[in-house]
């Protein structure tokens, strides 16, 4: 059965689903209890499993972030809750030099098997602190997985699939999506990571887009195709593992490609997007590839300042028609 | 002091900690490996605590961890092999000898950051309270470490969860040239215990016995359900911060006062007095040291080096 259910309550039937499943699964962080987490992910959680495996922590990022890392070796599946995301930079510590390295470290010993969910991108109010997109930063780290669903249908199936692998994931929640609706089944299923989707199909140009960027280059697509020109929008998904093939494949098809992201242009995953699709698949090329990321500051409070610095549907369609016109 | 052979046990692991630094020290200033960390001078801290913890308990060590590891079974072959990067070292080449941990023998990982492993030992006794195990998670970090805002957040955890963990802190006062004097406020470590609820205790960090009694306190807290402790235990290192840098004056200064507590030279006079152990006793026990370390470091030598490829394994599982 398929029913039409928010972003956040697919996230949160993945935690509800797993948590049945498996009773090494558990929830932490600040807020998570009766409060719902911050951005309201784990409301209910706490009355089914109670305070045992609903675990509400002080303000604490570092701290608790290193705990749910000694649980992990002792064979527990923490879902840490980081709140609004950019709290996950207190704890960077914890995920880059203590996660990340488990697995090397205990070399076969066991694993870090954590998911650390951070909400992320532009929120009103929000400001410089508390509407960063930081996929990047941590993206640069071999050992740390990273996923950015842009679907309900995603979310919950890609959650499970986080919660279910035994290395430490960052899985990105883009604030914007929390109210999508979308199709998801009743019941079990995954979405494996490190596997793109071609959310929509075409043949002109190829817009490569993650999580908020993704509806906007949809919309774009349906608009363009009333011109004539034929869009096929590919979202990564995950971005580490990065589904190279996929990419690859659908620039074969194109020959041109537009990459988009809510993250900051400079250094973004966008640049190792478009430096695999130079080195791999050069010879596809019809044109210059283009990549539009938000332009080179914090990110303001104002929405119109956020309008301006983040890169906006008439940004997308834009640089695919000069694409589609390049000779 | 329970009993003969186990006084001796002590006294053998607390040697053989000694003897294998001093050999790890002098391969390194030969230019043998590079940097090597010494706890010369601090080997009844991780003795003494580490001797009476069951099989199962988790101990997370410090940088300085010989002793402990020691003490938890690791053989010195394996731990030589791992100074000089070997492919048969448990460590593969891949990670320094210092971090090498081993599940089966109780000792987990360590961090290079200092300070960092309070919150992971605390999460690890979280961990036994969600498993109802009896197992208790014990860590060691510097006089340094404890300065950091993860020591506070682990104890802070620790105390509103009432977990079985014991912070074992080793005040050698110094964080490599820093001394306690100028980066400690308060003037004590152990004293802060108070403000998370929990029992501190200032510990004679040279004297075995002294570490044994205090874990053992500790221990039975956080088994029977009381939650954690912490112990500040005095020592000092003998030697420099590691063998890449000379330049600590202020550490220097030290020495002289702290060789004179040398803490295996006053267990000798505990044995003696006490009647356990003869002079002929700890001669045996030290010749026999020295064959086994020249086996390591023979081992260590002859063996094949780090294969490359090894570095990509097991990054991600």
């Known amino acids: ?327 | 002091m329970e009993a003969t052979s186990a006084g001796l046990e002590m006294y053998r692991l607390m040697l053989t900690a000694r003897r294998f630094e001093e050999k790890s020290l002098a391969l390194s200033h030969a230019g043998k490996f590079s940097n090597y960390h010494s706890c010369l001078g601090q080997e009844a801290l991780g003795v003494g605590a580490c001797y009476q913890l069951e099989r199962d308990d988790i101990v997370f060590p410090s940088y300085r961890g010989i002793a402990v590891r020691i003490t938890r079974g690791f053989k010195l072959k394996d731990l030589m092999a791992g100074l000089f990067h070997k492919s048969v070292a448990p460590t593969r080449g891949r990670i320094p000898m210092h971090h090498t941990p081993n599940i089966e023998l109780g000792v987990w990982g360590t961090t290079a950051m200092q300070g960092s492993i309070p919150p992971i030992a605390a999460g690890s006794a979280l961990a036994s309270k969600m498993l109802k195990t009896n197992q208790v998670s014990i860590c060691f970090f510097g006089d340094g470490g404890s300065n950091r805002g993860d020591f506070h957040e682990a104890l802070n955890l620790a105390g509103i969860w009432k977990l079985p963990v014991i912070f074992v802190c080793e005040n050698n006062f110094f964080a490599k040239s820093m001394p306690v004097s100028r980066s400690t406020a308060g003037g004590s470590i152990w004293q802060r215990a108070a403000s998370y609820g929990i029992p501190g205790e200032l510990v004679d960090g040279n004297s075995v016995l002294a570490m044994q009694a205090a874990v053992r306190r500790g221990v039975e807290r956080a088994r029977s359900g009381d939650g954690a402790t912490l112990l500040e235990c005095e020592t000092y290192r003998w030697e420099y911060h590691s063998t890449e840098g000379d330049r600590e004056k202020e550490w220097a200064a030290g020495l002289d006062e702290w060789k004179a507590k040398c803490p295996i030279e006053r267990f000798e006079k505990v044995l003696l007095e006490q009647k356990l152990a003869t002079r002929t006793d700890f001669g045996r026990i030290g010749s026999a040291i020295d064959a086994e370390i020249d086996e390591a470091v023979a081992y260590a030598q002859a063996a094949p080096d780090a294969v490359p490829e090894h570095a990509l394994e097991n990054v991600y599982r």
């Open chain 1, 1 to 327: 059965m398929v029913r039409e259910i928010t972003f956040r309550e697919a996230l949160r039937e993945a935690l509800h689903e797993e948590m049945r499943r498996d009773s090494k699964v558990y929830v932490m962080g600040e807020d998570a209890g009766h409060f719902g987490g911050l951005v309201g992910v784990t409301i209910g959680l706490i009355e089914e499993f109670g305070a045992g495996r609903v675990i509400e922590t002080p303000i604490s990022e570092s701290g608790f972030v290193g705990a749910a890392v000694g649980t992990a070796v002792r064979g527990f599946r923490p879902v840490v809750e980081m709140g609004l995301g950019d709290v996950v930079l207190v704890a960077v510590d914890h995920i880059v030099n203590t996660a990340a390295k488990t697995n090397y470290f205990y070399d076969g010993q066991t694993t870090a098997p954590l998911v650390f969910r951070v909400s992320s991108g532009f929120r009103p109010s929000g400001g410089p602190q508390q509407s960063q997109t930081p996929e990047g930063v941590f993206a640069n780290v071999p050992g740390l997985k990273i996923v950015m669903p842009s679907t309900p249908y995603d979310a919950k199936g890609l959650m499970k699939a986080a919660i279910r692998d035994d290395n430490p994931v960052l899985f990105f929640e883009p604030k914007q999506l929390y109210n999508m609706k979308g199709e998801v089944p009743v019941g079990d299923y995954t979405v494996p990571l490190g596997v793109a989707d071609v959310k929509r199909p075409g043949t002109d140009v190829t817009v490569v887009a993650t999580g908020v960027m993704v509806p906007s280059a949809i919309r774009v697509a349906a608009e363009l195709g009333k011109d004539g020109i034929s869009v096929e929008v590919v979202d990564p998904r995950s971005l580490r593992p990065l589904d190279t093939g996929t990419l690859l494949n659908s620039l074969q098809k194109t020959g041109r490609v537009v990459i988009v992201h809510e993250a900051n242009k400079f250094m973004g995953i966008g640049a190792e997007i478009a430096a695999m699709l130079a080195e791999e698949g050069y010879r596809y090329l019809k044109a210059p590839i283009r990549r539009l990321g938000s332009k080179e500051t914090p990110m303001p409070v104002s929405k119109f300042m956020g309008e301006y610095v983040i890169p906006q549907p008439r940004d997308i369609a834009t640089a695919v028609r000069e694409l589609a016109a390049y000779q």
